[in-house]
């Protein structure tokens, strides 16, 4: 790289931090609409979009102009000890479009503090620290979140406040409820919840946090219906709902504007982050005034809900609505699934294909077993990037591929997807029945 900037990476940032292609890293210079430009040059069809965050894209005119009017004002920062227009404007607006009556919103700065304040909120509440969390789960890095990520990769600590109890995930490929049909998969979840409350909890449990969709997990889901099955087994001891929607936010998944729809339930709590800021730092919880007002103690956040990530926030969601994003990730979204699909016979290596809308996961396994394979992973992945498409990894052994491109995908940049992701799949998958 120009100037060593890895090895000035490599001297002066953690060693726990990863970086995708670490024998030639790529530095993103420059953006525009779908694509990326590297420090080399070379333009790249981006379909991970910072980690599903840049949800617009690259340059979006109608996203700058509304950060530099904020910055024109030469007001960054104010703190909410004053009242700040641009706040009060977007809380609204996600409030409008929450599914959830009365609602508050609280905004912070990333997914892990929405998460963190979604359990205080609903640990006062409760007066309990018993949470129930997911297998397979990743709600984020702080000291709360890390005890409620049901995945052992990004799990940096065992320390933790909080009395965890876990159920099953939706997995359709290993574990307990893998081979089970829809029906039958949502009997044995609620049966599995019944039985954790009855052997694992005090009985006095505050809430379940829960991905629509597991996005670090590897974009792994349970039937739908799943949630609203288990909340009706929860309101039976007034236990809160939490639906962790930093990935599925949005109108992402194509089919619905929020994951939880799919599952015929209104959750309590409603976390977001990444794509709301499109790049700039925003996040926060919305959910019932009952709930969210139950902190006892005056409590804020110092950078959330700022007027500069507010003015993005604001432009982000007007454009998701005015264009009808969520239409587009079904329409773009369908392209990439069908054609997947389409083809996923073909290969040996190739377990499944899954996802919705803009949300697509690869998961890949040594060819007649469904053990997991991530060399052909990293194949696929590196392959990907050589004929300029950017894909992501994950999954709890790091054999899935995730895609999050942003939710103005054009038809023809979905085939043109298509194409790379296919030839990448045939040439790992060549290597691996050779091998």
């Not at 997914?111 to 949470?131: D, K, P, V, Y």
């Not at 005034?289 to 507010?310: D, L, M, R």
């Not at 009808?324 to 377990?351: S, Y």
Request: with cysteine; glycine share 10%.
């Amino acid at each position: 790289m120009s100037d060593d900037l890895l090895a000035r990476h490599r001297a002066v940032l953690p060693s726990w931090m990863p970086i995708y292609y670490p024998d030639d890293p790529i530095e993103i210079v420059s953006g525009a609409g779908r694509r990326v430009i590297d420090q080399n040059g070379r333009s790249y069809l981006d379909f991970f979009g910072g980690v599903l965050t840049n949800m617009i894209g690259y340059d979006i005119p109608e996203i700058r102009e509304a950060v530099e009017r904020q910055l024109a004002t030469g007001v960054v920062h104010t703190s909410t000890l004053y009242l700040i227009r641009q706040q009060i404007a977007l809380a609204e607006k996600i409030a409008r479009v929450s599914g959830i009556p009365d609602a508050r919103v609280f905004f912070t700065n990333s997914g892990s503090e929405a998460n963190e304040a979604a359990l205080l909120f609903a640990t006062n509440l409760r007066r309990s620290n018993q949470i129930l969390a997911i297998r397979n789960s990743y709600h984020g890095r702080t000291l709360a979140t890390m005890g409620i990520t049901g995945h052992r990769s990004w799990s940096a600590s065992s320390l933790n406040p909080l009395n965890i109890s876990w159920l099953h995930s939706g997995d359709r490929v290993r574990g307990l409820l893998a081979k089970l049909s829809d029906s039958d998969h949502i009997d044995a979840a609620v049966e599995d919840l019944r039985e954790v409350l009855a052997t694992q909890t005090a009985g006095d449990v505050a809430a379940l946090i829960a991905e629509p969709i597991q996005g670090v997990g590897g974009f792994v889901h349970a039937p739908d219906g799943t949630l609203g099955a288990l909340k009706k087994v929860l309101d039976e001891s007034g236990i809160l709902l939490i639906s962790d929607e930093v990935q599925t936010g949005w109108g992402r998944t194509g089919e619905h504007f929020w994951g939880y729809q799919a599952h015929g339930v209104v959750p309590d709590l409603l976390t977001f982050a990444k794509g709301i800021g499109n790049g700039f730092a925003l996040a926060g919880v919305v959910g019932r005034a009952e709930v969210i007002n139950a902190v006892p103690a005056i409590s804020f956040s110092t950078f959330g809900g700022n007027p500069v990530s507010t003015a993005a926030g604001n432009a982000v969601l007007d454009y998701v609505l005015d264009h009808d994003l969520q239409a587009n990730a079904a329409r773009t979204g369908a392209i990439l699934l069908d054609g997947l699909r389409a083809e996923a016979p073909k290969f040996k290596i190739l377990q499944e294909v899954r996802g919705r809308g803009l949300m697509i996961g690869l998961e890949f396994v040594r060819p007649g077993t469904t053990e997991p394979d991530a060399p052909a992973t990293v194949r696929v992945f590196d392959e990907c990037r050589r004929n300029g498409l950017l894909v992501g990894k994950g999954g709890l052994y790091n054999n899935v591929l995730r895609m999050g491109p942003p939710l103005t995908l054009t038809e023809d940049e979905a085939r043109e997807g298509l194409s790379i992701l296919v030839n990448a799949i045939a040439v790992a998958d060549a290597e691996a029945v050779i091998a």
